[in-house]
């Protein structure tokens, strides 16, 4: 049996793209973190799907975006809808665009896909990419628990508000914010520490 690294959602593809298309639910959240880059600036949407609705917003403010998503149906329609959008199809935690820097990355609706050490992993990956004072935004409970996935039926888990605060401490970014949106989902908003002159 291959490997799957898009963590179920290559075959769930069509249904994923039919639920967030058109949705809305976090866009306020995602405009306002935009708001908050420099003009122009670049930003790395990790797990991006189809690009509904996180991208389209990312490019409305003017931000210059890379993408990745491990399903390749995924990246097949981001692709089709976003050509001039480099896009990547690999797993999040050992993608090619961490060897880039970035004013600000996004992971919304992924982090908890992941198993506990590559959710270590993609920040400490996410970190070495910012610029000083960048910002990343990704979501996930606050508590402490485990599910399984509605779309793919497989466990997703949340490693908490605690956990994932020492994690973004040890890797240099400071929690600056949380958000819920109107969907009750969590957001951590988390800046990258400024080099210290020596």
Not at 65 to 70: G, P, R, T, Y
Request: hydrophobic share 45%.
């Amino acid at each position: 049996m291959i490997d799957d690294t898009s963590n179920g959602y290559e075959a769930v593809a069509d249904a994923f793209v039919a639920a967030r298309s058109g949705s809305t639910t976090g866009l306020a959240i995602i405009r306002q973190w935009a708001a908050s880059l420099p003009a122009g600036g670049t930003v790395i949407d990790i797990g991006c799907g189809s690009g509904e609705p996180v991208t389209v917003a990312l490019i409305d403010a003017g931000l210059t975006v890379s993408a990745l998503d491990a399903s390749p149906a995924l990246v097949a329609a981001f692709r089709q809808r976003f050509p001039d959008v480099d896009v990547a199809c690999e797993p999040a935690e050992r993608s090619r665009f961490f060897g880039h820097s970035f004013d600000g990355a996004v992971a919304i609706g992924l982090m908890f896909l992941l198993p506990e050490k590559a959710q270590r992993t993609l920040i400490g990956n996410v970190a070495e990419a910012l610029n000083p004072g960048g910002r990343f935004l990704f979501t996930a409970p606050r508590q402490v628990c485990a599910w399984d996935d509605v779309l793919t039926g497989r466990r997703s888990a949340s490693l908490g508000a605690e956990e994932y605060g020492r994690i973004l401490e040890a890797a240099g970014l400071d929690l600056i914010a949380e958000h819920v949106d109107e969907g009750q989902n969590n957001y951590f908003e988390a800046r990258k520490r400024a080099a210290r002159s020596g």
